[in-house]
């Protein structure tokens, strides 16, 4: 299949997806059960399941349900994927559990979340580390990203695979405005269940409290948190943009998400479909990556007919210093300060 044709195929399941919850859920075709029967490699069929906390609406979604239609189609049946979106086999953390015990064969997570697994990934949580979307997959795709990825298989026996565009994160409060790094102090900011995002906002003098994406529409609902950091089609996409009033676009994550998969799982489909499928991921990698600059256009022209007031330009100088104060934190987590630098000059190489 041609990138073009799958991108056309991708939009048409968007418009599907966005009229109604269950539209896209019938759009997935995929049913909790689970079919442990054979392996691609002696010719029997392989079903794999994929958790993801991740509306059915987005981007990254939406992607994925095309690549289990082009990977069902092109290995005629050998290979079933199932997407399970909206944390419906479980929190981010469970999932990991679900991940190791085999019960789940893949997730697509981001690197925040995935460095409670493997901890030197989290150095592509780091704030202001790189100056785009495109730079993080670059300093992914460099020699000293790819000693990250055998880590995941040496380590976890994962196989992750290259990243896609999750957006960039913001900072998002209800009733009080974010335009300094100093407006951060005192404030309840929901973080995921992420220290590198919880000792960057804490240097700016916030509370970060650590709760899943589940929870956190009630954490704003109650007051348990006035704010929350995400990127800015996740901030729409869950609906927060009812519950906050005010988005500073202080760009300090350019961040990636991975799909990753256990290598036994790996292992039970055949070199042939394995091929299939990771040209699939490619695609839908490429197809995501132009849906979301799509839907950030009108993730943003939601937030102002919501009525939410948007700092295009606060000031990030004290952003930058506690960015850096929280990667010298972390140098022995993620690999020691070569690795680190040698991800930045890759990442930020023109």
């Known amino acids: 299949m041609t990138t073009q044709l799958a991108r056309r195929r991708i939009a048409g399941l968007l418009a599907c997806v966005s009229i109604t919850a269950m539209v896209a859920t019938a759009c997935s ?3 909790p059960t689970r079919d442990s029967s054979g392996s691609g ?3 029997q069929a392989v079903t794999l399941r994929l958790a993801s906390a991740l509306p059915d609406t987005d981007s990254t979604t939406v992607a994925l349900k095309e690549a289990a239609k082009t990977i069902h189609d092109e290995t005629q049946g050998r290979v079933t994927l199932q997407i399970f979106p909206n944390g419906q086999l479980g929190t981010v953390s469970g999932t990991f559990d679900q991940l190791r015990s085999g019960s789940v064969d893949m ?3 981001n690197p925040s979340n995935t460095a409670a697994l493997l901890p030197e990934v989290g150095v592509f ?8 979307n495109e730079g993080a997959y670059q300093a992914w795709q460099s020699d000293a990203g790819q000693q990250i990825v055998a880590d995941f298989k040496n380590k976890l026996g994962l196989v992750a695979f290259p990243p896609w565009n999750f957006g960039t994160w913001q900072i998002y409060t209800a009733r009080k405005a974010v335009n300094s790094c100093a407006d951060m102090k005192g404030l309840k900011m929901r973080v995921p269940p992420s220290p590198i995002l919880s000792k960057f906002l804490s240097g700016c003098g916030a509370n970060p409290v650590q709760m899943d994406v589940s929870q956190a529409f ?3 609902q109650t007051g348990s948190v006035s704010g929350l950091p995400l990127p800015l089609n996740t901030i729409t996409g869950f609906n927060f943009q009812q519950l906050v009033t005010d988005a500073s676009m202080v760009n300090f994550l350019h961040d990636v998400i991975n799909p990753i998969i256990s290598q036994k799982s790996w292992d039970k489909v055949s070199e042939e479909d394995q091929k299939v499928f990771t040209d699939a991921m490619e695609q839908a990698r490429n197809a995501n990556n132009d ?5 950030e256009t009108t993730a943003r022209q939601k937030l102002l007919d919501a009525g939410v007031e948007i700092q295009e330009h606060p000031d990030i100088t004290q952003f930058k210093q506690a960015a850096e104060r929280t990667i010298e934190s972390f140098v022995d987590q993620w690999g020691g300060q070569e690795r680190i630098d040698a991800l930045r000059e890759a990442g930020n190489a023109s």
Do not use: K, N, V, W
Not at 125 to 132: E, G, I
């Open 29 to 31: 075709g995929a049913t």
């Open 41 to 43: 490699g002696d010719g």
């Open 107 to 109: 997730i697509i997570q």
């Open 125 to 132: 949580a780091a704030p202001y580390l790189f100056s785009s």
């Open 218 to 220: 009630l954490g704003l």
């Open 291 to 295: 849906l979301l600059a799509e839907a």
